[in-house]
């Protein structure tokens, strides 16, 4: 049974783990949110085959990768908020449904434009992930939130990780359509599970669908922070999309010639750096944000070069792969510890904010990739990696009034 919002939510659960939540709900909460994500970037490794299958140029089938990001950031500005003021198991399923019809139609897509309208769907409606990490992080207590928020996000940026290899060993074996619709039917199943085994969970206020967006730019200005965190944390993913948007092309190229299912094993390097998330989180727990977010956006930086370097050799190119990775994932945790600290009843809105704010930094980072891949070669996009997270640094370095980030 739900509460009012002046009451908080009703929750219901199974035998808890010393951290407060039951470790079956945690798990669910990892894949699921890992599952939704993957759907941003299936495309990414597919990049030179829809090109060549629907008979467009290489840019052109990169604003594949952009325009699904830019759904997302939609999806963040305009859907997560309901997360606050609509009861979430509902909402969730309801978004799982057009996700579901969304990949669907993408994968029996006739045309690019067909292609490119279906991901945008699909792009806006994925913010269900960001639903259930705001979701998990009020079900925790105090004292172990970083810790909950940071195995969540682990099965999330796994996901992310993981989309491009299975993407790639999919298309290879079966087709690229089979991607979109096997992801489909995976989707309506995670609905099914996700709608049975979340706890009810009442909204956090009562305030019209108009007002809450109202409200969710004011949090912007009453949280300096929040615009912050997303800010470093748009610099950062912005680097990190225009690398995996355009090493696809790379290593599809004539320095390596893999092929689709060699550049999804290229992927797996990656993923190593989805442990890192969990230890994040348990930095933020101890109060070492500030300092462990300067080093990630410097090691960020460097992670670019090392990528530039990595032109010609493959052992270069996973490392920097890797060492990337972590840097964003550091990154990311520590933002969202700041950030779901900022108003407890408003956590969806600010996760709306954040979220919104740094995955356009990324579809700019895909687009500009892209360009400066076609432009100027490898390096080109090594540089542009690497300028993005120095801009965050240099702010964090003359912002001596910061405590926690």
Do not use: C
Request: aromatic content about 8%; proline content about 4%.
């Amino acid at each position: 049974m739900a509460t009012s919002p002046s009451t908080g939510p009703t929750i219901t659960t199974t035998p808890t783990t010393p951290d407060g939540i039951p470790g079956r709900l945690v798990a669910l909460l990892a894949v699921s949110t890992g599952m939704t994500a993957a759907n941003l970037y299936y495309a990414q490794p597919l990049l030179a085959k829809l090109a060549e299958v629907f008979q467009v140029g290489t840019t052109t089938a990169g604003a594949l990768v952009t325009v699904t990001q830019i759904g997302y950031v939609l999806g963040m500005l305009f859907l997560v908020p309901l997360g606050d003021r609509i009861e979430k198991r509902r909402l969730v399923a309801l978004l799982q449904a057009v996700i579901t019809v969304s990949l669907a139609v993408a994968g029996t897509a006739s045309s690019f434009a067909v292609l490119l309208v279906a991901s945008l769907v699909s792009g806006a409606t994925s913010v269900v992930a960001q639903i259930l990490v705001p979701f998990a992080a009020s079900l925790a207590p105090d004292q172990a939130r970083g810790r909950i928020v940071g195995r969540v996000m682990a099965g999330l940026l796994t996901g992310i990780l993981l989309s491009r290899t299975l993407s790639s060993l999919v298309a290879g074996a079966a087709g690229w359509r089979v991607v979109y619709l096997g992801s489909a039917v995976l989707t309506a199943l995670l609905a099914v599970a996700l709608y049975r085994a979340l706890p009810a969970h009442a909204a956090t206020t009562d305030l019209p669908y108009r007002q809450v967006l109202r409200s969710t730019v004011q949090l912007v200005r009453t949280h300096p922070a929040l615009l912050k965190r997303g800010l470093y944390q748009a610099a950062v993913f912005g680097s990190f999309s225009a690398f995996w948007t355009a090493v696809s092309f790379q290593l599809t190229g004539p320095a390596f010639g893999y092929s689709e299912a060699g550049v999804g094993i290229f992927a797996l390097v990656g993923a190593a750096g989805a442990l890192v998330a969990p230890l994040a989180g348990r930095w933020a727990d101890r109060g070492l944000g500030r300092p462990l977010t300067g080093a990630a956006l410097l090691v960020a930086s460097g992670s670019a070069v090392l990528a530039g370097l990595g032109g010609h050799r493959i052992v270069l190119l996973a490392l920097a792969a890797i060492v990337l990775d972590v840097a964003v994932q550091t990154t990311l945790i520590l933002g969202q510890h700041v950030v779901y600290q900022l108003d407890p009843g408003a956590r969806a809105r600010l996760n709306s904010v954040f979220i919104a704010t740094f995955f356009l930094g990324g579809a700019l980072g895909s687009e500009f990739g892209t360009v400066a891949y076609h432009a100027g070669g490898w390096w080109a996009v090594a540089g542009l990696a690497a300028v993005l997270p120095l801009l965050p640094l240099a702010h964090w370095a003359a912002d001596r009034k910061a405590v926690a980030g």
